[in-house]
């Protein structure tokens, strides 16, 4: 099943301490979202609606921006599109960039809308 992941990276040499959110699609217009803690493994699922996972991506994104203990990096893979790794401060701080992630999750989003009519 496509998903949509993100990799909150704390340790570029050690995988198994990254936080991961999967998204997936789960009916029209709706979408399962599953956080999986690196350094605990506890694994928690929700559903959203469409608008629901911007809100969520736009206040994931500014938490990233402003965490005291900041990751390392986020790695965003969206389906159809190579893996890319960008520095949370420097990067997702910028609003080209911003716009560009918020672009590419409607893009997803609507395809995956479309695939479910």
Known sequence: MESLCIRCVRNLDDSTTDDVIRIVPFGTDHYHITT??????????????????????????????????PFKSVQLDFPNTPSVMLNIKSTLDCQRIYNAVHSM?????????????
């Open 105 to 117: 999750l409607h893009v997803t989003l609507d395809l995956w809308n479309l695939r479910t009519v």
């Open 36 to 69: 999986t803690y690196g350094l605990t493994k506890k694994v928690y699922t929700q559903t959203m609606s469409y608008t629901n996972v911007f809100a969520y991506i736009h206040s994931l994104i500014t938490l990233l921006i402003h965490d005291d203990m």
